[in-house]
C-alpha cells in the first residue's frame, strides 16, 4: 500500500501522509534480507539466481517515483552490497538514469575502499616478514660469529684447547707408594731387646 501512496502524496503534496509512507518503507527495508532471493514472476524467470530482492527494485522505484529522499538513500545504501546483482536495476525502464548512475558509483566507491583497505593489509603482513626475517638472520649471523670467536680463541693456545686441562693443572699431583718397595717385617734391621731368663 505504501508503495503506491508514496508517488500520490508527493503529487498531491500530502507531506503527512508522505512521510509516513517513507517511515514505513524504510523500517520494511532495513527488517528484510538484503540477500537476493529468486522474484515472482513466469515461470522461465522464478527461478533466476541473479535477481535482486523484489522489495528493494519496487522500493526504488516507488523513491524514485515520489522523489523520497529518506528511502532513496537507503536503497542506494542496500544496493551498495556487492551480492546483490544489478541486472534487474539496468533492465528496468522505471528507474531514472540517474539514480542507476549514483547506485553504479557509490558500488565503484565502496569497492575501491575495500581494495584499498585489503592493500594495505597486505602490504603490513608483508612488512612484519620482512622484519622477522631480518631478525631471524641477525640472530643466526651472531651464532655463527660467536662459533668462529670461540673455535679461533681455543685453537691459538693448546692449553685453550680443553678447558678442563686448566682446572686440573691446578690440582696438586697424589703421591702412590712404590709398588716395587717393600717395608721391612717388624724387628728386622734391629737389635730386639734381650730378655733374661732366671
Avoid at 717395608?183 to 732366671?198: E, V, W
Amino acid at each position: 500500500m505504501a508503495l503506491r501512496l508514496l508517488p500520490l502524496a508527493h503529487e498531491y503534496e500530502m507531506i503527512p501522509l508522505k512521510e509516513k509512507c517513507e517511515k514505513v518503507l524504510v523500517g520494511s527495508l532495513r527488517k528484510s534480507p538484503t540477500a537476493p532471493k529468486a522474484s515472482k514472476g513466469p515461470p522461465a524467470y522464478k527461478h533466476r539466481k541473479d535477481n535482486a530482492p523484489e522489495m528493494l527494485l519496487k522500493c526504488i522505484k516507488s523513491a524514485d517515483a515520489g522523489f523520497s529522499k529518506p528511502l532513496l538513500e537507503e536503497c542506494v545504501r542496500i544496493f551498495s552490497n556487492p551480492d546483490i546483482p544489478l541486472k534487474d536495476l539496468k533492465a528496468s525502464t522505471e528507474i531514472s538514469d540517474q539514480v542507476k548512475a549514483r547506485i553504479y558509483e557509490n558500488r565503484m566507491d565502496n569497492t575501491s575502499n575495500k581494495m584499498s583497505k585489503l592493500a594495505h593489509e597486505l602490504e603490513r603482513e608483508r612488512s612484519e616478514k620482512e622484519k622477522l626475517r631480518t631478525q631471524l638472520n641477525d640472530r643466526v649471523t651472531t651464532v655463527t660469529k660467536s662459533r668462529m670467536s670461540r673455535m679461533t680463541r681455543f685453537g691459538s693456545d693448546p692449553s685453550l684447547d680443553k678447558p678442563s686441562n686448566q682446572i686440573m693443572s691446578n690440582v696438586p699431583p697424589v703421591h702412590h707408594p712404590h709398588p716395587h718397595r717393600q717395608s721391612k717385617p717388624l724387628g728386622q734391621g734391629r737389635d730386639m731387646p734381650r730378655f733374661r731368663t732366671k
